[in-house]
């Protein structure tokens, strides 16, 4: 009997619980849906039409026509600043990334070696990253690189005449790489972060071993650094080919000189908002999240060549 009386004891509280569980599930979903509302009307709803208007001829003032893959065949063989905006995108992007983590990884271990003062330096690297977009930064360089500016009379003091490096041609893309390297801030803090995480049983294993500073460096750090300099990489390539702020006001808006600030997502506003070609606009906008989708791709799909984790075994 007092078995019997034990079990029917209980049912009231599973049951019990199951409810509270559900009234707990219903709360969760509850304050789910302000986001979930911003999330499909202000994301994945835009996404949608823009990749409906990638099809069309779209002006802003008329109702979209409908033109198939015109678009993309005009884009890829029509336009050839389209390609000139890509080949300088993709120089920005594969010689200004690299140079960024290299300066926040070196920054970072020289940091990580230096206890006194360590907060103030940081946060003075990490400055520029949180300030480096705005337009006043922006403005700031450019009168800093432009003729008769701080940069050329500093180099006209050594006997280095060159002029300004926003007009010119061959310098113009050195100083927009320059501005991204300046915001190393944001990566050098993830690296120090993960510097702190290395055991140092490593390194006196290292040093025991006869093991220098170089060799230290390449057998240790950069093994077990690798999970965070994936995060960086992937973080950084994507933000190197959203950038748009500083090309446009070092430009006025123009791409120049001669096209070369002309990187892909100020072209790609151009043709949307001031030629009104807005169907074309978003056929460049969904070419770039493949891009981008495509590399994200191979860099998971080949970090397990490269990336160490702590606890695997390799």
Same mark, same amino acid.
């Given at each position: 009997?007092?078995?019997?009386?034990?079990?029917?004891?209980?049912?009231?509280?599973?049951?019990?619980?199951?409810?509270?569980?559900?009234?707990?599930?219903?709360?969760?979903?509850?304050?789910?849906?302000?986001?979930?509302?911003?999330?499909?009307?202000?994301?994945?709803?835009?996404?949608?039409?823009?990749?409906?208007?990638?099809?069309?001829?779209?002006?802003?003032?008329?109702?979209?026509?409908?033109?198939?893959?015109?678009?993309?065949?005009?884009?890829?063989?029509?336009?050839?600043?389209?390609?000139?905006?890509?080949?300088?995108?993709?120089?920005?992007?594969?010689?200004?990334?690299?140079?960024?983590?290299?300066?926040?990884?070196?920054?970072?271990?020289?940091?990580?070696?230096?206890?006194?003062?360590?907060?103030?330096?940081?946060?003075?690297?990490?400055?520029?990253?949180?300030?480096?977009?705005?337009?006043?930064?922006?403005?700031?360089?450019?009168?800093?690189?432009?003729?008769?500016?701080?940069?050329?009379?500093?180099?006209?003091?050594?006997?280095?005449?060159?002029?300004?490096?926003?007009?010119?041609?061959? #310098? +113009? @893309?050195?100083?927009? %790489?320059?501005?991204?390297?300046?915001?190393?801030?944001?990566?050098?803090?993830?690296?120090? =972060? *993960?510097?702190?995480?290395?055991?140092?049983?490593?390194?006196?294993?290292?040093?025991?071993?006869?093991?220098?500073?170089?060799?230290?460096?390449?057998?240790?750090?950069?093994?077990?650094?690798?999970?965070?300099?994936?995060?960086?990489?992937?973080?950084?390539?994507?933000?190197?080919?959203?950038?748009?702020?500083?090309?446009?006001?070092?430009?006025?808006?123009?791409?120049?000189?001669?096209?070369?600030?002309?990187?892909?997502?100020?072209?790609?506003?151009?043709?949307?908002?001031?030629?009104?070609?807005?169907?074309?606009?978003?056929?460049?906008?969904?070419? #770039? +999240? @493949?891009?981008?989708? %495509?590399?994200?791709?191979?860099?998971?799909?080949?970090?397990?060549?490269?990336?160490?984790? =702590? *606890?695997?075994?390799?």
């Amino acid at each position: 009997m007092r078995q019997v009386r034990r079990a029917e004891a209980k049912v009231p509280t599973t049951a019990g619980r199951r409810a509270h569980n559900r009234k707990e599930t219903v709360a969760g979903y509850g304050f789910l849906v302000p986001w979930l509302i911003g999330f499909l009307g202000l994301t994945v709803g835009p996404m949608i039409f823009s990749l409906y208007l990638a099809f069309t001829k779209y002006n802003l003032f008329t109702e979209p026509e409908w033109i198939g893959l015109d678009n993309f065949v005009r884009m890829f063989t029509e336009d050839p600043n389209y390609i000139q905006s890509v080949q300088i995108t993709l120089v920005y992007v594969l010689v200004g990334t690299p140079i960024k983590l290299a300066a926040a990884l070196g920054v970072a271990m020289l940091l990580n070696y230096r206890d006194r003062g360590s907060g103030f330096f940081r946060s003075s690297f990490y400055a520029p990253s949180l300030i480096g977009a705005s337009v006043s930064v922006a403005i700031v360089w450019r009168a800093m690189f432009s003729t008769d500016g701080p940069v050329d009379d500093t180099l006209s003091f050594f006997g280095i005449d060159i002029g300004g490096w926003v007009g010119n041609v061959a #310098l +113009v @893309i050195p100083m927009m %790489i320059l501005l991204a390297v300046w915001q190393f801030g944001a990566p050098m803090v993830i690296f120090l =972060a *993960g510097l702190k995480q290395i055991p140092q049983e490593l390194y006196e294993a290292a040093e025991v071993d006869g093991a220098g500073p170089w060799h230290k460096f390449r057998n240790v750090t950069i093994p077990m650094l690798s999970s965070v300099i994936f995060f960086n990489l992937l973080l950084e390539l994507i933000n190197a080919f959203q950038v748009f702020a500083s090309a446009y006001i070092i430009s006025n808006g123009s791409g120049g000189p001669a096209g070369m600030t002309n990187f892909y997502t100020l072209y790609l506003y151009k043709r949307g908002f001031a030629d009104l070609q807005m169907g074309y606009a978003s056929a460049m906008a969904w070419v #770039l +999240v @493949i891009v981008v989708a %495509i590399i994200a791709f191979i860099l998971f799909k080949t970090q397990k060549s490269w990336v160490h984790y =702590a *606890g695997e075994n390799r």
